[in-house]
């Protein structure tokens, strides 16, 4: 099933960043499963330019081609980006295209929606809800409130002359239909993982030794950034009144490692109970197995409840116990089922006991792998669900 496949992208998926993990792992599976090349148009920082090797190692990628834009060339760079992807329409002629990332959509609205006259689908490629940017503001509330009402309008255009559209969650169809009252087609696929072997036994020990951890401590993870929907000081508040009674480590893999140990000193902690690492995307998961548990806590907003953050996938790969809130719907529904997660919304003390008392690796894998084979794995995902089947 051969198909000719354009992925316009506004999205980081240049560096280390869950949306270049979700995107190009996807992209990679995609174009495995359909036995077809994929072409890039990207719209991005001129400063990430510099890092495209690892989207020419993705051998499902054909094409890349990549605007850069910068503050001061930004009119020009948009007008440049109209004029490339015109011409690859014109000459390449798609037979469906992925329209990944809001921002900038705007400028390209019309030559999609008047390419959309041809026999063309048209994916839109949703990671998350628009309300994160007044739920967790980075800039002045009149700020995100404005640039909110543009995306929100921007998106519902583009959602308006899409055939379909890629979610991360099923709370995402409700979503889609409460907020732009549209009942499209809609392709359910998590941020998930691949199956291939992945023997955690060996990568444990190597990264145990790498990082200082002898065989019989017991180690917390928390994997991500400093972002406050990541929910950092929380987590380390919940280490320290709890999980540090259990005499377990605490395990932090960020790029932010300076500003975490800011935060530890901020809420009076010591941080001579923590291991701190930063790592190159490739190492981060063979690095997750040297700890036993993985936490990652959401607070309830609509932001979470329709997400599907990479960690979790990331986490089990690992073969790690879950230490999770119930907020992040998909994933609390997930691990429930298969029993792989333990929730702190439950009573407290019964919580610590289970918590002192699993250390069953194998079982764990078990359930890990299963997890992985029936709700994570790309390449089974995309053949269940069959993606771009006529």
């Known amino acids: 099933m051969n198909k000719n496949i354009l992925l316009i992208t506004t999205r980081n998926i240049i560096e280390n960043t869950g949306e270049s993990a979700l995107v190009n792992r996807r992209s990679k599976h995609l174009g495995e499963v359909l036995n077809s090349k994929i072409d890039l148009l990207i719209f991005n920082k001129k400063t990430r330019q510099k890092n495209i090797s690892q989207l020419r190692e993705i051998k499902e990628y054909q094409d890349i081609i990549i605007i850069g834009y910068g503050l001061k ?90 055939n379909s559209v890629f979610i991360v969650s099923n709370e995402m169809i409700n979503y889609i239909k409460e907020e732009y009252g549209l009942n499209l087609k809609t392709y359910f696929i998590p941020c998930g993982i691949d199956s291939e ?53 605490m395990l932090i ?32 998961i063979p690095a997750l197995t040297a700890a036993d548990f993985g936490i990652m806590l959401r607070e309830s907003t609509l932001t979470n409840k329709v997400a599907f953050p990479n960690k979790f996938s990331e986490y089990l790969k690992a073969g790690l116990y879950l230490i999770l809130t119930k907020n992040v719907i998909e994933q609390y529904r997930i691990a429930k089922k298969y029993n792989v997660g333990f929730f702190i919304e439950d009573d407290k003390i019964l919580l610590l006991k289970k918590l002192d008392k699993v250390f069953d690796k194998v079982e764990q894998y078990k359930k890990c792998d299963l997890v992985i084979k029936n709700e994570l794995d790309y390449k089974n995902i995309l053949k269940i669900r069959k993606i771009f089947e006529d």
Request: net charge positive; glycine share 2%.
């Open 73 to 162: 060339t930004i009119i020009f760079n948009i007008f440049q980006f109209r004029k490339i992807l015109k011409r690859y329409l014109k000459e390449k002629n798609p037979e469906k295209i992925i329209v990944s990332g809001v921002i900038f959509s705007i400028f390209i609205f019309d030559l999609l929606k008047k390419y959309k006259k041809t026999k063309v689908e048209i994916i839109y490629d949703m990671h998350g809800c628009l309300e994160e940017l007044l739920e967790y503001p980075t800039k002045s509330k009149l700020y995100s409130r404005i640039l909110y009402m543009f995306l929100k309008q921007s998106e519902k255009k583009v959602l308006g002359i899409s």
């Open 197 to 249: 072997d992945f023997n955690r036994d060996y990568f444990r020990k190597e990264w145990r030794k790498k990082l200082n951890i002898k065989e019989e401590e017991i180690v917390c993870v928390y994997s991500g950034g400093t972002s406050k929907w990541q929910m950092i000081e929380e987590t380390i508040d919940y280490y320290e009144k709890n999980l540090k009674k259990l005499n377990m480590k």
């Open 253 to 284: 893999l960020t790029k932010n490692i300076s500003k975490v140990e800011k935060i530890i000193q901020n809420l009076n902690y010591d941080s001579s109970n923590y291991i701190f690492k930063s790592l190159n995307r490739e190492d981060v």
